[in-house]
């Protein structure tokens, strides 16, 4: 009985999460007079003219939207990758009583919501001069989510064998050496893993950038899309059309990793 409605579960949570892929897809090819009388029906014929009007948009929102999410996703997870191995590899192999206090404020880090400490942030970031710049929004984005980084590569390393490391260092090699040369290779699906997660999150935050950025200041493709409706009418066909090229970049992101990405949470999965 149990075999028989796994699958049908499968289908309805399936579909139940493909109903706004399908929505955004539909009317992304529609014209906007259409997308407001059936917001559901195929578009016969296709048009790719809301495509069209949002990339030839006179205040170049989309360009300039993609640009800063891409500035600001490649800026973050980057720094977050090599600080979140470096300190997972240093917790994975010291056995200090105080290292497991550090860890587990760092696990505390998880539990809370970026929202909550938003407003001190702020606060923090006008004092240094780092408000409303690309620099603030991602110093703000590695200190919430290095803590998850850190989480997965802790445990991935923790499988990795401490005899090489040993056997390196032997040979004469510095523990930077031994780090970047040895350790940091083998840990390609727990990066992939943490790319995936971060840049995903990151790319498609609203809240933060809104307010850290402001919205005279600058414009992620999430907000990019809000800035797009206006207070009293908004065109749908443009909305759905910066929806649908805002999802291409990091779905292409996903697609390129997405190898390493399961071997990285099967490895994290069974290590530590």
Known sequence: MTAKIRPVAAILVSALFAVP?????????????????????????????NIHAVLTRPDGLFWVSLANSVLVTLLSILVLTV???????????????WTR??????LAG??????????????????????????????????????????VF???????????????????????????????????????SVLIFLGVWIWNDFIDPLIILGPSQGTTVTTGI??????????LGSVFALMFLATLPVLIFYLALQKQFVKGLTGGATKG
């Open 226 to 235: 809000y800035r797009s409706i206006g207070q009293y009418q908004a065109d």
């Open 83 to 97: 600080l979140s191995a470096m300190l997972g590899h240093y917790l994975a192999r010291s056995a200090k009583r």
């Open 154 to 192: 802790t445990g991935f390393i923790r499988g990795v064998p401490v005899e090489l490391e040993e056997a390196a260092r032997l040979d004469g090699a510095s523990r930077a050496q031994v780090f970047w040369r040895i350790v940091f290779p083998l840990l390609r699906p727990a990066t992939a």
């Open 110 to 151: 998880l539990m809370i919501p970026p929202q909550v400490i938003l407003i001190p942030v702020t606060e923090v970031l006008r004092l240094t001069g780092l408000l409303a710049t690309i620099q603030g929004l991602v110093l703000f984005n590695v200190g919430y989510y290095v803590p998850f980084g850190v989480f």
């Open 101 to 106: 206090v550090l860890a587990l404020i760092l």
């Open 21 to 49: 892929l399908y929505y955004v897809l539909v009317n992304v090819f529609k014209p906007g007079d259409q997308i407001a009388r059936t917001p559901a029906s195929v578009p016969l014929p296709p048009t790719p003219a």
